[in-house]
Structures are given as C-alpha cells and as structure tokens.
C-alpha cells in the first residue's frame, strides 16, 4: 500500500485560511450591500410612477457616525430617455429626490425627513428606519404627455447616500471617512 505524503503541509494551512477569510469576507460584504434590487415604473391615472426596493448596507463609519448624531442623506435620480436613430438618446425626464435619515435623541427615534413635502416619520430602530427607507413606493415621475405617445423608453435609476448637513469645519476633520455610497445604475426598458 502506498501512501501520499504532501510535500508541504504549510501551503494547504494557507489554502484552508484563505478560503476560509473569503468566505468570511463575503458574508460581510451581503450584510452591507447596497444596491437597487428592483425597479419599475406604471401608469396611475395621467401620470407615470416609480417604485424602487433598495439594499440599504451603511458602511462601518457611515454607521458609527449616524450612531452619533451625523444625519444621513438619501439621493435618488432617476431618468428616462428615448432613442434617437443618428443623435445621441433625448432625455425627457429627469427627476432628483432626497430624504434624510436622522436620530432624535430627545425622543429616541429615528426619524425619516421628506424635504419635499416636509413629511416626518418616525421609527423606534435604525432598522426599521432603513426598511421604510428602503421601499420608495408611488414617486411621481411624469405626466403621460411628457414621454412618448407609443410608452417606448429606457428608464435608469440609480442612489447614493452620504452623511447631511454638518458644520463645514466638522466636514473637515471627517473627510478621509468613507460615508458616501452610490449604486450603479439600474437600467430597464418600458415597453407597452
């Protein structure tokens, strides 16, 4: 009987803690993921509207500052475009809006700002916070006139997140922290 003896028995250690450490790095990097998971848009009434689902993972930073105090700034951007057959695609829709997230120590709840319409919800956990945060539901993108007769178009969405309004001196000494996070843009086309 013959037996395999490996030659270096240090290397498969090695192996073994490396796929491990990757393993392990992966189950950290879906718990902080952060990325548009689905998008789409319909027709209510004369006007179309946006709905987005988000991963919303906070960086270890992003987290400890928010855990602090820092408010932090949800940035969404959507466009729409038609093509064009020598010109390059038109776009006929752009739309940019805010919310910001923010820890009221007095009450102890985390509040959900809506700039636009000055809507604040309140939340008992970052979590859920980052939950409602997360499920952007009935934006109002455009009038039916404003894109095309035949509702042929390519929608892109995409959303960043970086921390609110601070003292700029206070931006200042924070400014190697990586607070801001974007998504890549998710595409999708809108046919009748």
Known sequence: MHLTRWRHPGLVII???LVAAL???ASAVDASRFEIRNAYVEVVGDAWQLDVRLDLGLSKSAQ???????PLTLSLEAEATTARRFLPDETVVSLTR???LAYD???DRYVVTDPLSSEHLSH???EEALAALARISALPLADTTQLPPDGRFEMRVRASIEIGELPAAIKILVFWKSWSRSTDWYIWSVRP
């Open 15 to 17: 192996a073994a803690t």
């Open 23 to 25: 393993a392990f790095c």
């Open 64 to 70: 400890h500052a928010f855990d602090e105090g820092v």
């Open 98 to 100: 805010q919310w910001q």
């Open 105 to 107: 120590a007095i009450a």
């Open 124 to 126: 008992a956990s970052r």
